[in-house]
């Protein structure tokens, strides 16, 4: 099922690709349409998958990449729509092509654990990858900036100058994004803890929720990523860390952010595997 959305995304990635390239507006109408087309049909496998499990279907690693896709798709067309801007279009869709291939590739299998069955968790995760998303865009904002910075200073004001958003604008952006996705990844840690305190007392014997510590490398990563934008919030706002010290912070912010929902997720085992 998740072959379709692939097709649509890597379509529509070709259409942002002609449109940025020759600035057809027709070409960008149709790549956007075309986005529209490929987040419907994803939205309908993810909502097959709920009606399968009975639950959001993100307890599986792949899935959870899917519903991340899925997340990053609708959270960059209300950027695009309610800016505008289509431009940032060519580097979104590859972000969101290359991990829709992890769930085709491989789909993987969803089980049933009892302790997942309480709506905290289901508030966590979603709050979790929801701030990926946001973290996605605003890293995508962040090279976009770098690129247009560059062609500024060499003062080869070509390709990308006449193609990107301002600086200023693509700054404003960044920031709206980084503080959208710190906000979620807030909820979902604070929500993670309340979840995991219920959830011992509901099942003590349980080896997961038990071994649930700092130490756990999902965990450790999940406060580093907080950590990380809760520095990139405050350098902004009390040590004027704008522009170029924002858009490194965002890259490597969401660095730690796929290090954690990759590798980790895929190759590292830790007291959230469950299934």
């Known amino acids: 099922m998740n072959l379709l959305p692939l097709v649509l995304y890597a379509g529509a990635g070709v259409l942002y690709a002609f449109h940025f390239a020759r600035r057809h507006p027709s070409a960008g109408r149709s790549a956007t349409t075309l986005l529209l087309f490929a987040a419907l049909a994803h939205t309908f496998v993810i909502g097959m998958q709920t009606m399968e499990v009975r639950h959001v279907p993100f307890a599986n690693p792949s899935r959870a990449v899917s519903t991340f896709v899925w997340l990053l798709a609708l959270s ?8 505008d801007e289509r431009a940032m279009g060519v580097f979104i869709l590859p972000v969101l092509v290359g991990l829709q291939v992890i769930p085709v590739v491989y789909p993987g299998m969803e089980y049933s654990d009892p302790v997942l069955d309480s709506p ?14 946001s973290f996605a865009l605003a890293a995508v904002l962040g090279l976009t900036y770098m690129l247009q910075f560059k062609e500024i200073k060499k003062k080869q004001l070509g390709y990308f100058y006449t193609r990107l958003p301002s600086l200023q604008i ?50 450790f990563v999940a406060l580093l990523t907080w950590c990380v934008y809760s520095f990139a919030l405050v350098s902004r706002r009390s040590m004027g860390w704008t ?23 895929y190759f590292v085992t830790t007291s959230h595997t469950f299934y």
């Open 120 to 133: 905290w968790f289901w508030v966590h995760v979603s709050s979790l990858l929801f701030a990926y998303a």
């Open 243 to 265: 522009g170029r010290r924002a858009a490194w912070l965002a890259a490597v912010g969401f660095g730690i952010v796929l290090l954690n929902f990759l590798p980790i997720n």
């Open 76 to 83: 960059y067309l209300y950027l695009e729509l309610t800016t």
């Open 170 to 219: 693509l700054d404003v952006m960044n920031a709206r994004a980084v503080t959208i996705g710190w906000s979620f990844l807030t909820v979902g840690v604070v929500v993670g803890v309340l979840w995991t305190a219920q959830a011992r007392l509901a099942s003590p014997d349980s080896p997961n929720l038990q071994a649930m510590a700092f130490n756990d490398p999902k965990i």
